[in-house]
């Protein structure tokens, strides 16, 4: 008998403890290294995706991950994207990345379309728009990106 059939006959010999939550640092030792890759991802400034890593860890966002209905490590990735795209936005607002505004970078291709989409957080109407293409022909560049990532 395997354990799935155990459990449905109500014989479950591994009894459900509760995992006590996890301190900022344990935290940290477990997922620094992940939330500073996404970081660093979104925003390519060793410096800057060091603070703004710190600014994951030291969020009271954080303690509300013990509490998530997912994998501590989705909660941290959420949260790390999310940081690092508000930072990303406000460095726009700044204007200390107009290098990627230029018509050169006029990217169409699916991986260019989910950087903008993913890595930069732009929502597929803003992405349509920055590349004068309609939102369907965005939508359609994603599908093919998650297509051909999936098939290699």
């Known amino acids: 008998m395997n354990e799935l059939e155990r459990m449905n006959n109500g014989v479950d010999l591994h009894p459900v403890t509760k ?3 996890l301190t ?6 477990k997922f620094g290294a992940m ?8 925003v390519p400034q060793p410096h800057l ?19 998530y209905p997912f994998t501590f490590a989705v909660c941290v990735i959420k949260l790390a994207r999310a940081k690092a795209v508000e930072a990303k936005k406000k460095l726009m607002a700044i204007g200390t990345d107009d290098v ?3 018509l050169e970078n006029l990217d169409l291709s699916p991986q260019r379309i989910f950087d903008l989409s993913f890595r930069q957080g732009f929502t597929p109407d803003e992405v349509a728009q920055k590349l004068k293409i309609s939102k369907s022909e965005v939508l359609k560049a994603l599908h093919d990106f998650f297509k051909s990532y999936r098939n290699s």
């Open 35 to 42: 939330a500073y890759g996404i970081i660093l991802q979104i």
């Open 100 to 102: 990627e505004n230029t």
């Open 49 to 67: 995706a060091q603070e703004i890593l710190v600014n994951v860890f030291a969020s009271p966002q954080l303690q509300a991950c013990n509490s």
């Open 19 to 21: 995992v006590a939550p």
């Open 24 to 29: 900022p640092l344990e935290v940290y030792d």
